[in-house]
């Protein structure tokens, strides 16, 4: 369980692969999940992702899979990869 700070501000989103610095962190840690969830490391197409995930700061728009407008993710698609 996460324990919030003193100063009343909501702990830093931790995630288990590293986004680039303009990520959302709420996304990164998301993102971070399902490829841990998922299995993401025996993937078939797991570009960008498994760069992120060995700790390579990495534009999640990059992704396979992923869609973005903006710099925004609109939409994930990993059916299968």
């Known amino acids: 369980m996460l324990k919030q700070p003193d ?3 909501l702990p830093a989103c931790q995630s288990s692969i ?7 962190a709420t996304v990164c840690s998301a993102l971070g999940d399902l490829y841990n969830a998922t299995s993401g ?3 078939t197409n ?6 992120a995930a060995s700790g ?3 534009d999640y728009c990059t992704f396979f899979g ?3 407008g ?3 993710l ?4 990993v059916r299968r990869i």
């Open 41 to 43: 490391a025996s993937w």
């Open 46 to 51: 797991k570009t960008g992702w498994s760069a």
């Open 70 to 72: 903006s710099g925004v």
């Open 7 to 9: 100063d009343g501000a």
């Open 56 to 58: 390579t700061p990495t």
């Open 74 to 77: 609109r939409q994930l698609c």
């Open 18 to 24: 590293t986004c680039a610095l303009n990520n959302d």
């Open 66 to 68: 992923a869609t973005c």
